[in-house]
C-alpha cells in the first residue's frame, strides 16, 4: 500500500496556498481514491497553519513546517523543511507542484531520501499490468512533441507536476488539525533584502493571466501601404497588454529578429519582445484559458506551445491558410493591425 504525499506551499502573503499547490492536491486526491492510499498534505511557509484550513476538507492528515526560516524561498531551509515532511509522513509517493520555490530543491530532498524524482508531469492515475495495479506518470518529452507513460518500482518517488493539468481544489475552507513538524533549521548564508519587479506597463509575461496574446513576425514586416511601422505595432501591443491584462507570447522567427548591426536578421524589432515570450520549439508551453494568435501569416496557430489552449482564436489576411484553419477554433480575417486598434478603443471606452 502506497503512501500519498502532496508537497505545497504558500504565496507571497504567508497564510494561503498557490494556485499551482491547489492544483497537486486534485491530483493527489485523484490518485489516492483511485488506488485506496491514505493521502498526507505537507505545507511548508511562514504560517502553513493558517493555510492549512483550505485543504481541510479533503480528510487528508495535515503536516505543515512554519516559521520565519520559510518566509522566503531558500534552497537550504525550503530542502531541510521538505526533507522533514516526507520522513514525517513516510510518504511512497511525493507530488509536488513544479513551482520555482519546489522545481530547484525536490531533486535534493528525493536523493537525501534515496529516492527517484520525474519532472514535467501531466497526469498520475492507477493502471493495469502484468503485477496488477501500478501508478503510472504521463509526461512529455522534446517539447511536448513526445508523450511518455513511466511507472518505477523504486521509493520513495518524487513527481512535480506541472501548472494548469489539473483544476484548483476548490473545498470549503474549515478548521484543520495540523500536526507541527521540527526542522532543524541548517545555517543560512542568504538573506532576502526585499523584490525589484518591473512595472506593471511593462511586464509582458504573465502565467496566471486568462489570454495569451501572441503576436507573429507579421507585426514587423511591410503593411499594406509599403511601409514597416513598429513603432505603431508596439504601441498597440502593449497598450492591449495594458488594458486585458493578457500575456504576452512569440514566434521563434519574431524572437529571433535583430536589430542593425547584429548578427542575424537585420531588421526594426519590437524591443520589449525577448526569448522569454517564445512559445513552443525551444520556447515554452503555455497553458492559458484563451489564445488570440495575430498577424501570424499561418505560424503561429501550428506552434507547439499552442496546443494546450483551451479556446484558440487568429487573425489572419490567409482565409486559406491550412495551419489557421486547422489549429484555430476561430479565424478573424482581417488586418491585425486594424482590428487591436478598434479592440483597444473599445477596451479603453470600458476601462473610463
Known amino acids: 500500500m502506497e503512501t500519498i504525499l502532496v508537497l505545497t506551499h504558500v504565496d507571497d502573503s504567508g497564510a494561503a496556498l498557490t494556485r499551482a499547490s491547489l492544483e497537486t492536491v486534485t491530483a493527489g486526491l485523484e490518485l489516492s481514491r483511485q488506488s485506496g492510499s491514505s493521502l498526507a498534505i505537507g505545507i511548508l511557509g511562514l504560517d502553513a497553519e493558517a493555510a492549512a484550513g483550505a485543504v481541510a476538507a479533503t480528510g487528508a492528515r495535515l503536516l505543515a513546517v512554519s516559521g520565519e526560516a520559510f518566509a522566503q524561498a531558500r534552497y537550504a531551509t525550503d530542502a531541510a523543511g521538505c526533507e522533514a515532511l516526507c520522513r514525517a509522513a513516510q510518504a511512497t509517493v511525493i507530488l509536488a507542484p513544479s513551482s520555482a520555490r519546489f522545481a530547484r530543491i525536490a531533486a535534493g530532498v528525493a536523493h537525501r531520501l534515496g529516492g527517484v524524482i520525474d519532472t514535467h508531469i501531466a497526469e498520475v492515475q492507477m ?33 512535480l ?61 511591410k503593411q499594406p501601404d509599403g511601409q514597416i511601422h513598429v513603432s505603431e505595432a508596439g504601441e498597440q501591443i502593449l497598450s492591449f497588454l495594458r488594458l486585458s491584462g493578457a500575456s504576452l507570447g512569440s514566434s521563434k522567427s519574431l524572437t529571433d529578429q535583430k536589430a542593425d548591426g547584429q548578427a542575424g536578421e537585420d531588421q526594426p524589432v519590437l524591443p520589449f519582445l525577448t526569448h522569454l515570450n517564445q512559445i513552443g520549439q525551444t520556447g515554452s508551453t503555455p497553458r492559458h484559458p484563451k489564445g ?61
Not at 144 to 151: D, G, N, P, T, Y
Not at 162 to 179: C, F, I, K, L
Open 127 to 159: 493502471a493495469a499490468n502484468a503485477g496488477g495495479q501500478a501508478i503510472e506518470a504521463t509526461r512529455w518529452f522534446y517539447r511536448q512533441r513526445i508523450e511518455a507513460v513511466i511507472s518505477r518500482e523504486l521509493r520513495p518517488w518524487f513527481l
Open 292 to 352: 488570440l494568435s495575430t498577424c501570424c501569416h499561418g505560424e503561429e496557430p501550428h506552434a507547439v506551445g499552442w496546443r494546450f489552449i483551451s479556446e484558440r482564436r487568429a487573425i489572419s489576411l490567409d482565409a486559406n491558410c491550412g495551419w489557421t484553419r486547422g489549429k484555430a477554433d476561430v479565424v478573424y480575417v482581417a488586418d491585425a493591425f486594424q482590428v487591436m486598434a478598434r479592440v483597444n478603443a473599445l477596451l479603453e471606452a470600458r476601462k473610463q
Open 161 to 221: 507536476l506541472d501548472a494548469g493539468t489539473h483544476a484548483a481544489y476548490a473545498g470549503e475552507p474549515v478548521a484543520a488539525q495540523v500536526e507541527s513538524i521540527a526542522v532543524a533549521v541548517p545555517a543560512v548564508r542568504t538573506v532576502v533584502e526585499g523584490f525589484r519587479a518591473p512595472m506593471r506597463g511593462t511586464q509582458t509575461i504573465r502565467p496566471d493571466a486568462r489570454l495569451l496574446f501572441v503576436a507573429g513576425a507579421g507585426w514587423t514586416k
